[in-house]
């Protein structure tokens, strides 16, 4: 009887420690695994958004900041369909500024030209507007 007990004593010491080594292997293997995901997450690029048009409001639901094309954000003078322009609009919606690759327009509260800043394909030029919105001064 004894050496039952002796030959199930050895034989549970050998389980324990192989599983005790089993234990080991598994954190080891899970640790790497780790590792591996987060410098994965961490090589990833950055994402893209894509959109026609990206329309920012403010709390009341108006359009203060408009990127976009005149195409697809509405209509704007002396720019062409598919040119990219960034709106600025006042508290009423109404567009302030226009920023595009070629210039700056800025516009008064009511709709009217104030200024014009453009480096044209012909030449750049400078006009400013008088509060009807017709031209009062400009430079070649």
């Known amino acids: 009887m004894e050496s039952e007990l002796e030959t199930l004593s050895a034989r549970i ?23 591996l995901v987060s410098m994965g997450f961490a090589a990833r690029k950055p994402r893209t958004i894509e959109a026609e048009k990206i329309v920012i409001r ?20 002396d720019l062409k369909p598919d040119s ?10 109404s567009d302030s500024a226009i920023l595009t690759s070629d210039g700056l327009w800025l516009a008064n509260d009511r709709e009217k030209p104030l200024a014009e800043f453009s480096s044209g394909p012909d030449r750049p030029s400078l006009r400013f507007y008088g509060p009807d919105g017709k031209l009062s001064w400009s430079a070649p």
């Open 84 to 93: 990219p322009a960034i709106w600025l609009s006042d508290e009423r919606g």
């Open 58 to 77: 403010d709390s009341q639901g108006r359009a203060r900041l408009m990127i976009g094309t005149p195409e697809a954000a509405g209509a704007a003078v």
């Open 13 to 35: 010491r050998k389980l324990e420690h192989e599983n005790r080594r089993m234990k080991l292997v598994g954190a080891g293997t899970l640790l790497v695994f780790v590792v």
